[in-house]
């Protein structure tokens, strides 16, 4: 049984939390005895906070005062360590959403990157489900384990595999295949293979050449039907006494997703059909 950590009102040691200041700003911290959080504004001991309900104020030596909170999954994710760029929410969500991914899947998941999309995974498969979150390098992998172990706790349906998808894939009967990777087209044949019938195959890519590629190549499996490709472009808007305008910077940018749904082979039109003749109305 997969054992994700209920959220508590109450900061304990070893808990996350997002600080921000009076400019909007924030800091990821890790909460332990005998610590503090120090900045250009000011410190604080961590026993400031323990035990204290989510959503406290905290005080500086400097005078500023300090928001508190348990990060949501959006924010954990664009703060927590990293070693390549991590799926912005924006994007994790289309994924999830038109991905349909649902409690009890069976996902795989390559380009496990920074654990970004694995842990959103995880939370939307459920308990009953499954991902297998693949990556070539080593180091990518452990640092995905440990940002997932971080915000979930212990999470015994997840594997972690060193592989190469381009090369196959070992697990069968996947209902979806989310790739983060620069060349999914090599995946295609083996995603082909490996989902079920109606199962979902979801690409993340950066440019306008990929996705040609990516398409033309789900066209010529020709077990692929109802392919999309879409991009998400999110605006923040500030709003502050009578001023409400958008906000000088936006998400704009980041990816095309690609959707396709694994069906029965398309049949191939017969050689020896012949048209039927067009028949001309008349009138009496």
Known sequence: MVEIKAPSQLFGVGD????QDKRGRHYLITLALSKKFESHIGAFPHEDLIGQED???VTTNKGHVLLAVKPTMAEYV???PRIATVSYPKDTGAILVYGDIFPGARVLEAGSGSGALTMNLLRAVGEHGRVYSYDLREDMLARAQKNVESM???APNVEFKQGDV???IDE???DRVVLDLPEPWQVVP???DKLARGGLFVSFLPTVLQIHELTNALREQRTFEMIETFEVLMRPWAVSGRSVRPSHRMVGHTGFITTARRCAPRPYPSALQE???ETEETTD
């Open 166 to 168: 381009y090369q196959g």
């Open 152 to 154: 979930l706790g212990d």
């Open 55 to 57: 959503g406290a104020w």
């Open 78 to 80: 664009v703060e927590m």
């Open 16 to 19: 996350k939390v997002l600080i």
């Open 275 to 277: 048209e039927a003749p």
């Open 190 to 192: 083996h995603a082909s």
């Open 172 to 174: 069968d009967d996947l």
